[in-house]
């Protein structure tokens, strides 16, 4: 993989790189066109392809040779100990640790998950089959049936490691996340308890930041993806504060420790 082309618009700064990383044209002309196109209210594919018309860029990189830097906002009462140790890992893996900080709190509030059953366990008691299917779907939210079956869509289908190629600092994500695992939000609902208001309350939120490559995520870009990605990197090189992109994993894949950049306590302004 070549290094060269880490493509990383985590902040204005470093879209300004990877605009440079992508195409080879210096990121300081970059910051002109991306200054002039915010001043001037100019459509940012236009924009784009104005300047590639004018230096004569030519957009030949390979997708399959870029690695992303992508950040995670997470939660943590011992400073991320365990994906320092470990990584990033999916939901499945994290509950299978036993160590891991999700485990032994979920330990500790008496919930036992049978994933190769399908079966949840609240005080010994059976509260369940958390089958991730049409027939245990319920289109009424507020039932045990579409508690169960919530509960199973995040072990069985919602469970990747996800994060953003770029979230806003200001307003937190709406899944809750820097708050507390949205899984315990599921749960909470499932057994009448709020385990989420205890995870909250004495846990801190973190943003991890990690590379992996373009090839191991999720693509649902629309059209061509070199143009996409410029355009993304572009945007988010006009202005200091940068828009929240979502992005996911490909089911599997795990975050190795040594792929982990660097993690950061952070609060929401």
């Known amino acids: 993989m070549n290094e060269k082309l880490v493509y990383n618009i985590t902040d204005k700064y470093n879209s300004l790189q990877t605009l440079e990383n992508l195409t080879g044209f210096k990121k300081e002309y970059w910051e002109h066109y991306t200054f002039e196109a915010k001043v001037m209210g100019k459509d940012i594919d236009k924009a784009i392809d104005d300047v590639i018309k004018r230096f004569n860029l030519h957009i ?6 870029i690695v992303c830097v992508l950040q995670q906002i997470t ?17 499945v893996t994290t509950y299978c640790d036993r160590n891991s900080e ?15 059953n399908e079966q949840l366990f609240y005080d010994n008691k059976h509260i369940g089959s958390i089958q991730y299917s049409y027939e245990n779907y319920s289109s009424d939210h507020h039932c045990k049936k579409h508690y169960l079956w919530s509960v199973g869509r995040k072990f069985y289908y919602d469970f ?3 994060g953003f190629y770029s979230f806003d600092h200001k307003h937190p994500y709406g899944g809750g996340v ?24 004495t846990h801190d939120c973190y943003v991890v930041t990690f590379k992996v490559p373009f090839n191991n995520v999720h693509n649902d870009f629309e059209g061509n993806i070199q143009t996409t990605l410029l355009y993304f990197a572009f945007k988010n090189a006009m202005y200091d504060e940068t828009d929240e992109n979502i992005v996911l994993v490909k089911n599997g894949i795990q975050i190795p420790d040594k792929d982990i950049l660097k993690i950061e306590r952070f609060d929401f302004e």
Not at 60 to 65: E, R, T
Not at 102 to 115: A, G, M, P, S, T
Not at 178 to 201: A, C, M, T, V
């Open 60 to 65: 030949d990189f390979n997708p399959d040779d």
């Open 102 to 116: 999700l485990r032994k709190f979920l330990d500790e509030q008496n919930i036992y998950i049978d994933l190769k």
């Open 75 to 91: 939660t943590s009462a011992n400073n991320c100990q365990n994906i320092m140790e470990k990584g990033l890992t999916d939901l």
């Open 178 to 201: 820097h708050e507390r695992p949205e899984i315990l939000f599921n749960i909470s609902q499932l057994i009448g308890k709020h385990i989420d208001y205890i995870w909250r309350d």
């Open 160 to 162: 990747c490691v996800c």
